[in-house]
C-alpha cells in the first residue's frame, strides 16, 4: 500500500489541550477533524468523510461540528460516514474501499441546513460516493438515492443537481 504520508518525520501526534472551549463535563471540546476532504471534479460539489469502526459512537459533538462545518459552504457538501470491520484492520490501516457507508449527510447548494439519510443496508460504497463527487454518468447510484429522499420527504429533487 502506498503510504499516504509523505514526510512521514514531519508526522507528529497533536495535543490540542487550551485550544477550544471548556465543555458541559469540565474537560475541553478540541478543534474538529474531518478523514476526508474530496473537491469533485465540478467547482460546487464537495465530498467530506468520517471514517468509524464498526460499533464506534459518532458523538453529538462531532457530528455538529462537522456538520456545521459543511454548512457554511456555499456549494453542494456531501458528508459520508464510512464504518469499517475490525477484522478489516490490517497493521493500523484502514482501507476505505473496504469500508461500507453507513449514513449521509447532504446539503443542497445556497441551502442554509442538510438532510440526513440512513443508507445502512443499502450497499452505498465509497466508490459510489467519490462518483457523485465527480458527477460520474456511469455511477449514478447516490445522486439517485438523495432524489428519491428529497422527494419523498417533501423537497424539491431537483435541489441536489
Known amino acids: 500500500m502506498i503510504n499516504p504520508i509523505r514526510n512521514k518525520e514531519n508526522f507528529y501526534h497533536i495535543d490540542f489541550e487550551g485550544i477550544g472551549r471548556p465543555n458541559a463535563y469540565g474537560g475541553w471540546t478540541p478543534p474538529g477533524d474531518l478523514d476526508q476532504m474530496y473537491h469533485g471534479r465540478y467547482k460546487d460539489r464537495w465530498l467530506f468523510g468520517e471514517v468509524k469502526m464498526e460499533g464506534a459512537s459518532y458523538s453529538g459533538g462531532q457530528r455538529y461540528h462537522q456538520r456545521e462545518f459543511i454548512n457554511d459552504h456555499r456549494s453542494m457538501a456531501l458528508l459520508a460516514i464510512y464504518f469499517f470491520k475490525q477484522e478489516y484492520l490490517i497493521d493500523g490501516w484502514v482501507k476505505i474501499k473496504d469500508c461500507y457507508v453507513g449514513e449521509l449527510y447532504f446539503k443542497p447548494k445556497d441551502a442554509v441546513s442538510g438532510y440526513t439519510i440512513d ?43
Not at 443508507?119 to 460520474?136: E, F, M, Q, S, Y
Not at 455511477?139 to 424539491?156: A, F, M, P, Q, R
Open 119 to 161: 443508507v445502512r443496508g443499502l450497499g452505498i460504497t465509497p466508490k459510489d460516493v467519490n462518483a457523485w463527487a465527480d458527477d460520474d454518468k456511469s455511477n449514478t447510484k447516490v445522486k439517485d438515492l438523495i432524489s428519491k429522499w428529497l422527494e419523498e420527504n417533501g423537497h424539491d429533487a431537483n435541489l441536489s443537481f
